[in-house]
């Protein structure tokens, strides 16, 4: 398998434009997350699905982030507009099974680091 | 309410010398509690995880962890760190809909 798969892996846009960052998990996974990391405030949960639903949202910094998960194949982040503050680096991660209690294993994509300047 | 601390910043240890990173956690439910190991600019990998079967864990690359409830930490240990163990270590506690990871511990290795 190839992996989680994020793309692109490196942004660089200007304030205020629309950012759309995508993910493919791992075939067959039924949960996927998406983080934000920075040297400020480290690895943050912002939002994760189950079968496609997005089941807690709670980490996702404002309304100008919205994540989708069409279908079990593909997720976007995006944000609309953006700002410099959203500089980090944007990780996905997919798992299978682990219920209510979340024993699975997360598996990581390589990141896209963006850059808003 | 659902916390993880991680009790150091950064762990600087020779090559050939045991690491230990610690690990605190608190949760209102029986959480499972994971490892995972960030290369510089890499993504995230698993080394090791609880899920309440046995207390003491061992995971890839010679690490393990001990589970104890009494003192609610999950600490990090090998006994001999190599080179190739400088990277950041991510504590995370998993409950019911929350993940919460630490803050991270950078683990640099001195020749």
């Known amino acids: 398998d190839a992996g989680v798969i994020q793309s692109p892996r490196h942004e660089v846009t200007e304030m205020g434009q629309e950012v759309t960052l995508r993910c493919k998990p791992i075939?067959?996974?039924?949960?996927l997350f998406w983080y934000r990391q920075t040297m400020m405030r480290g690895l943050e949960l912002l939002i994760y699905?189950?079968?496609?639903?997005?089941?807690?949202d709670s980490g996702m910094p404002e309304d100008r982030f919205s994540a989708k998960m069409p279908n079990a194949s593909f997720s976007t982040l995006k944000i609309q507009p953006s700002e410099p503050r959203d500089s980090a680096v944007y990780f996905c991660?997919?798992?299978?099974?682990?219920?209510?209690?979340?024993?699975?294993?997360?598996?990581f994509g390589p990141g896209t680091r963006l850059t808003v300047l | 309410a659902q916390s993880v601390t991680q009790l150091d910043s950064h762990v600087s240890v020779s090559e050939g010398t045991p690491v230990l990173l610690r690990c605190n956690y608190s949760s209102s439910y029986s959480p499972s509690l994971f490892w995972y190991v960030q290369h510089p600019n890499k993504g995230l990998q698993l080394l090791l995880k609880?899920?309440?079967?046995?207390?003491l864990v061992k995971g890839i690359n010679g690490f393990e962890a001990e589970f104890k409830k009494s003192e609610t930490s999950f600490h990090l240990t090998k006994p001999s760190a190599h080179m190739s163990d400088a990277a950041e270590y991510f504590c995370v506690v998993r409950s019911a809909s929350k993940i919460i990871f630490g803050s991270g511990t950078r683990l640099s290795i001195r020749p």
């Open positions: 075939s067959g996974h039924d949960y």
């Open positions: 699905f189950n079968n496609n639903v997005p089941i807690d």
């Open positions: 609880y899920t309440s079967a046995a207390t």
């Open positions: 991660a997919s798992s299978s099974g682990g219920g209510r209690g979340g024993t699975d294993t997360q598996y």
